[in-house]
């Protein structure tokens, strides 16, 4: 998981020429020489040309996103992915490569999938189709596909669904690490200490014995080294409570985890670039990015319980955002004032997550919410509400909103 919110295509990677635990040596390469070669030793050079395609991207995305889980890294390994298949992709050392895989790598070597909505490059597995078989893309069914005249984002499709898309263009530059390079103890502020409290409660949610942090600030205060040092006692880390670098990667390597970023079949990461720490008093006439989140965290409820009005989302804080405040307020048993204050937000927000996180689960079977019409409502509308979700939060993010007190991903 990089401090950064978008993937970038690394100029060098390592890799392991073995199993993980295997004395092996590691070879670094650029990224492009090793896409070339796996594809070199994966699929075949006289296959059509939007299966050669369709296979280089998923070549590229699986090997990304071990770059940007940390995959090995995090479990203390140093190199980021290794040479054979029963953990990774295909790499044979000084290997010849076929010149049309080669011009097509170099075309879109800074290509990449993922799911709609999502930060991580997808986990793309393949198998060859024949002599083993997998949930992911078949590469002998790719060929298959592309002789019937699927593109290779139709291939892609058909193994991944419907709801992935490729991005172009992706930013280049040199390797780095999550890590910021110093420790995180009492004081420290800045963006790093928002990833770790974020890291933390979505951790807890999987271990309920760590502390949540609320507000999520970029002050690494006494609540923040109190949940750091139960999350240390827990995984047999020193019970300090500074964020050094063994306890930053095995944060990274839970966070991981929990949300199956390195799976196909990922919970996800978003593009939430917006806050949920409190702003202050929000009001009748009360405007900006900060509405815009309340009104979308009120809109999204209001999908599943039928006390509550939907209402738009305009960041105008108006007798329609009052009134719906007003009804939250009623149902919740707080004082009725149509007024939001850090009780009334972090309610709402609360709720709010616990909702948002079961349908980036699985949106089809959502189990249903406290004093929420859920029975009722269709597949096809939980999915809408899904999307509806997703697509905020993608234009939250075009937005470019800058006065937030943070900035960080759920």
Request: hydrophobic share 35%; charged share 20%.
């Amino acid at each position: 998981m990089a401090v950064s919110v978008v993937p970038y295509i690394p100029e060098t990677i390592t890799v392991h020429l073995g199993a993980p635990d295997e004395e092996a040596e590691n070879v670094t390469v650029s990224f492009p020489e090793y896409v070339k070669n796996v594809a070199s030793s994966e699929i075949y050079p006289t296959w059509e040309p939007e299966a050669i395609r369709a296979n280089i991207l998923a070549i590229i995305s699986f090997a990304l996103n071990r770059v940007y889980t940390e995959f090995y890294p995090s479990r203390g390994y140093d190199f980021q992915i290794t040479s054979t298949t029963a953990y990774d992709q295909k790499f044979i050392k000084d290997r010849n490569i076929f010149e049309n895989i080669s011009q097509e790598v170099d075309e879109i070597f800074n290509q990449y999938i993922r799911r709609k909505g999502f930060v991580e490059p997808l986990s793309a597995k393949f198998c060859n189709g024949t002599t083993s078989t997998c949930d992911g893309l078949s590469q002998w069914g790719s060929q298959a596909l592309a002789q019937q005249g699927y593109t290779a984002e139709e291939i892609l499709k058909y193994y991944y669904g419907p709801c992935i898309e490729i991005v172009e263009d992706a930013p280049i530059r040199s390797l780095g690490q999550s890590y910021p390079g110093y420790p995180l103890r009492l004081g420290s502020t800045g963006p790093d200490v928002v990833t770790v409290k974020t890291m933390l409660n979505r951790i807890a949610e999987n271990y309920p014995a760590i502390p949540k942090i609320f507000p999520v600030t970029r002050t690494y205060d006494e609540q923040t080294e109190a949940a750091i040092k139960k999350f240390q006692s827990i995984f047999n880390l020193i019970p300090d409570g500074i964020v050094g670098k063994a306890t930053w990667y095995k944060l990274v390597y839970l966070y991981v985890g929990v949300n199956q970023l390195a799976e196909l079949v990922s919970l996800g990461q978003q593009f939430e670039q917006f806050s949920f720490q409190y702003p202050g008093i929000l009001r009748q006439g009360s405007r900006g990015s900060d509405v815009r989140v309340l009104q979308y965290m009120l809109a999204l409820l209001a999908e599943f319980d039928s006390s509550l009005t939907p209402i738009n989302i305009d960041g105008i804080y108006g007798r329609d955002t009052a009134r719906a405040v007003s009804e939250y307020q009623r149902s919740m048993g707080l004082q009725v004032d149509g007024i939001v204050g850090p009780q009334t937000w972090y309610s709402i927000y609360n709720r709010y997550a616990g909702l948002e996180r079961e349908l980036r689960s699985d949106p089809n079977q959502f189990p249903g919410f406290p004093d929420a019409a859920v029975g009722a409502m269709s597949q096809s509308n939980r999915s809408r509400s899904y999307s509806h979700m997703s697509q905020f939060a993608g234009r939250m993010m075009q937005l470019g909103d800058t006065d937030h007190k943070g900035v960080y991903m759920v």
